[in-house]
């Protein structure tokens, strides 16, 4: 058995000497992460003592301290590592340690998550195997690859692995005889604890309640003294460039700060030329992040479209850095938004939680989840704001949470009913009650009434909100804008302007309930005005504009919203002195609904189009001009099409394989292929209408070969940026 300790139904690990384990991950959005802290929670309830921690995280000379290693990361980008294991790779590939052996003394094994849709499947789980297998470590079970094409998901391959993994760990590392695995159905201790500041320090509760006069506490200090260090956010969080450009002072937006850093502000009056009501501050506490200020959110797609795609524009104020850096990367930029929870959510939360007296008192965090971002200002850390800003309740409830939702209700239905949807076993209860219908967490809440959450454990329980990237679609001399009024000194400032093409995520389930993204419920809601916190990120290897590739031709074939880079692509290249011509493949479905800038294609003069419109039943239409230029005049040659596309609809693969000469003719002038759009089949079709190309022209008179030469990189450079 398990030690009992502190509260009566939680369970403690034993400390077993020599017993560890650590789970380290690499993720980008998240998913990897969620598998980690999964496999860290079986292991604890093996009683290894474990740690779970991001790769970049993590020294690598400590990987020598853990009996067992658990690895878990995603392929990111072009068969890429995620952002977050970078730091941990680059040192795991240092030359000096090959031929080492250093880590024959580790023993670990690897889940990788992955796509088959990318050419490159799994292949940065598959690369650190490889690299630990090369400097004398050894698998102590089998590494798995899951994949997102499989009908459940990840979870296909995950739950079996992690079966037989748990079952490896019981034979090969047996317990003593005395202690039993701590059961699924009891709790561990929490990881985040939380609590009331006013439980803390009594004596001080009232001025608990007046974020002017108390002292802060432990993680507002940590909070301000991260204000302080000059990383990249203070630039923009201190640039007050928009409020006298735009003559409106920041007052209401952000009472909090401005009463401690302009207190001279603090004035409604002056906000006399937005309608305040209706924008939002969304200031938080993101290493990394600026401030944007949205200029314009508008609908692009016609009212009785199906889909509400929306051109966001935001300014970015202050800093020089990530203008520099965001020019050098044009048309590989991303934006990180941030999204919140609606407060009649959070209210309605708070109510079936009972948290009613205690929703708006300070609250002590020790430890802060990694990725958990917090409303800025001081008195903010309140369960209310981490509700509305920092914890994401609208996520489908993973299997985890359920299980730990049986702890905290007093009715044997419900724990019945809960602990019965997360068994492993018949993973198709889960599948049904919560992944197909897409039921968020708030939904299940509402079904299991008898649910009462301990406050100190909602870090624990729910995954902070992650924010959405989106591609930058704007490039060239758009990115910049200048300021309409000079600085104290006379300079007229600069500013980096981006534009986001978003659409909207509305669909019904299989239970017909409407659902919406949190972050498309949020954007649509955001009224020109509002401040964001946000990320810009660079994008993933090859750059595409440079000296030399903006004048190499190039091939983009985008689907939806995938054109969104491929238009920034194009305004950078044609800031260029000599930019080469482009081939455009985009698929939309109707001409007149999401034929997104087409007026804008014709400006390029070196630019061609070919839009392919799936539901406008015109076969093979394609309404551009052709652009003058030689290589166009031999297109036209109408290839057989493969039996398995309708033959009303009309796709980007279509549309190569009929201007096959035209293609060919680029392929051959050691072009740029972007591919961009929804993932799935699309990129796998697209590459087959490639190769078809390739045959059909005669360049060459077998397929292996023309995929060998397709793959090769002194050919052609590729890049796929597919979701
Ligand atoms: C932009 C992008 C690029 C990707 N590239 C690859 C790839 O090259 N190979 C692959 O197997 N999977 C690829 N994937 C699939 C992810 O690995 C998969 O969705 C995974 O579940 C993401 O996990 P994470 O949230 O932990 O990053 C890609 C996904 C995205 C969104």
């Known amino acids: 058995m398990g030690q009992i300790d502190g509260p009566a139904e939680v369970m403690q690990p034993v400390v077993i000497p020599g017993r560890s384990l650590i789970v380290l991950y690499g993720s980008e959005t998240g998913n990897a992460q969620d598998i980690a802290i999964e496999l860290g929670q079986m292991a604890q309830r093996l009683h290894f003592q474990t740690t779970v921690d991001e790769m970049d995280d993590f020294k690598l ?82 590494a798995g690859e899951g994949d997102e ?3 459940n998901g990840i979870d296909s391959i995950y739950l079996p692995w992690y079966q037989d993994l748990r079952a490896t760990l019981l034979a090969d590392f047996p317990l003593p005889d005395l202690v039993a695995p701590i059961p699924d159905d009891s709790q561990l201790p929490p990881k985040y604890p939380v609590r009331l500041a006013s439980t803390m320090a009594s004596a001080t509760t009232s001025a608990h309640r007046s974020h002017l006069n108390r002292a802060p506490s432990k993680l507002e200090q940590q ?70 200020y949205l200029n314009k959110n508008e609908r692009v797609t016609p009212i009785d479209h199906w889909q509400d795609v929306r051109l966001l524009s935001l300014e970015i104020h202050g800093d020089e850095i990530p203008q520099r850096e965001a020019l050098r990367w044009a048309g590989q930029l991303t934006v990180t938004i941030f999204p919140r929870n609606f407060a009649e959510d959070v209210e309605e ?146 500013f980096l302007k981006v534009e986001i093409l978003v659409a909207i995520v509305e669909y019904k389930t299989i239970i017909r309930k409407p659902r919406q993204g949190l972050c498309s419920r949020y954007l649509k809601s955001l009224k020109p005005g509002s401040v964001l916190t946000v990320k810009i990120t660079t994008g993933s290897p090859p750059r595409l504009v440079e000296l030399d590739s903006a004048s190499r031709p190039m091939i983009a074939v985008a689907t939806g919203t995938g054109i969104a880079p491929i238009r920034a692509l194009v305004q950078e290249r044609s800031n260029w002195r000599a930019p080469g011509d482009t081939l455009i493949f985009f698929g939309c479905r109707n001409q007149k609904a999401d034929y997104h800038f087409e007026s804008e ?98 360049e060459f008179s077998d397929r292996e070969a023309a995929a060998k030469w397709f793959d090769d990189s002194k050919n052609l450079t590729f890049w796929q940026e597919c979701w």
């Open 61 to 142: 000379s400590d990987l020598l301290r853990a009996s067992l290693v658990i690895f878990v990361t995603s392929t990111t980008g072009q068969g890429d590592m995620p952002k977050n294991t970078l730091k941990f790779w680059k040192n795991l590939r240092r030359e000096k340690l090959t031929n080492s052996n250093c880590f024959q003394s580790v023993k670990f094994t690897i889940f990788g998550l992955g796509d088959s849709s990318y050419q490159k499947f799994n292949w940065a789980a598959r690369k650190l195997q490889v690299r630990l297998l090369q400097l004398g470590a050894s698998e102590f079970f089998r």
């Open 149 to 151: 094409r499989h009908d």
């Open 223 to 292: 909070l301000e003294d991260l204000e302080r260090e000059s990383g990249p956010w203070w630039f923009a969080r201190h640039d007050e460039t928009w409020e006298r450009q735009h003559k409106r002072s920041v007052d209401t937006l952000d009472k909090q700060n401005i009463l401690k850093d302009h207190p001279e502000k603090y004035s409604l009056t002056k906000s006399d030329k937005v309608d305040l009501v209706e924008a939002s501050a969304d200031r938080l506490a993101i290493p990394g992040g600026f401030y944007a």
């Open 349 to 494: 939360l708070i109510a079936m939680m009972g948290w009613e007296s205690v929703a708006d008192e300070s609250l002590e965090i020790d430890v802060k989840p990694k990725g958990l971002h917090l409303k800025l200002g001081p008195g903010s850390t309140t369960l209310r704001n981490l509700l509305l800003y920092s914890l994401d309740f609208t996520a489908i409830p993973k299997r985890n949470f359920i299980l730990a939702l049986a702890q905290f209700t007093d009715s044997q239905l419900e724990k019945d009913r809960l602990l019965e949807l997360t068994n492993y076993i018949s993973i198709q209860e889960y599948y049904d009650y919560a992944c197909r219908p897409r039921r968020t967490i708030l939904e299940l809440l509402r079904d299991f009434p008898g649910v009462k959450i301990p406050l100190d454990r909602i870090l624990d329980l729910f995954q902070p909100i992650r924010g959405r990237d989106f591609s930058v679609c704007n490039g060239g001399e758009s990115l910049v804008g200048k300021t309409k009024l000079a600085d104290s000194d006379g300079e007229f400032g600069s």
């Open 601 to 698: 294609w014709k400006l390029h003069p070196n630019v061609m189009i070919f839009p392919a419109f799936s539901r406008d039943n015109e076969k093979h239409h394609s309404s551009a001009k052709p652009a003058p230029f030689d290589i166009f005049s031999n297109q036209g040659t109408i290839l057989e099409e493969p039996p398995q596309y309708d033959e009303n609809k009309n796709y980007v693969q279509h549309l190569i394989r009929r201007e096959a000469r035209t293609v060919v003719d680029f392929l051959k002038r050691k072009p740029i292929v972007c591919v961009c759009g929804n993932a799935g089949r699309m990129p796998v079709s697209v590459r087959n209408a490639f190769l078809d190309v390739l045959l059909t022209t005669g």
